[in-house]
């Protein structure tokens, strides 16, 4: 009756491990399921449950050390592309007043107007060309350039 109960229990946790791993698709749970069908095996050959536990955890540890190094090799993380960076050490020309204190500013780079604040606190008029130095949220940080436009 326990070897019966041992199989379940293995069973079980080899489709909950491997739902798991279809559900996040991250290769966090695969080496769970390897240990599991293990310990399955070993379930199967009427092993304790210690030997069965230790099987579980000897197997997952084994494919993590195999196959982590393989995966992180061929598997890259998608990342989400924006094209907000490009905007980065771009020069613009002040569309409205940038002033810190106030809340206020907006800079034309690239054919778009965005809301801006100065690096410095600095107030920056109408018509001057800044540079980009960062971004914060949805706001371009920005600094003068030496040239004014007008």
Do not use: C, Y
């Not at 598997?75 to 924006?82: E, L, N, R, S, Y």
């Amino acid at each position: 009756m326990e070897e019966n109960m041992m199989l379940i229990i293995w069973a079980a946790a080899i489709i909950a491990f491997g739902v798991l791993e279809a559900v996040t698709a991250q290769l966090v749970s695969i080496w769970f399921v390897i240990g599991a069908i293990g310990a399955f095996v070993a379930a199967l050959f009427d092993a304790s449950i210690t030997v069965q536990v230790i099987i579980f955890i000897a197997v997952t540890i084994v494919a993590l050390i195999v196959t982590r190094p393989l995966v992180k090799k061929f598997v890259h993380p998608k990342k989400q592309a924006t094209n907000a960076d490009r905007v980065l050490n771009q020069k613009g020309i002040v569309v409205e007043e940038i002033n810190n204190i106030k809340a206020t500013g907006q800079v034309k780079v690239d054919g778009k107007v965005w809301s801006a604040r100065s690096t410095d606190n600095s107030i920056i008029d109408v018509n001057e060309e800044i540079i980009i130095k960062e971004i914060s949220g949805v706001k371009l940080i920005v600094e003068r350039t030496k040239v004014s436009v007008n």
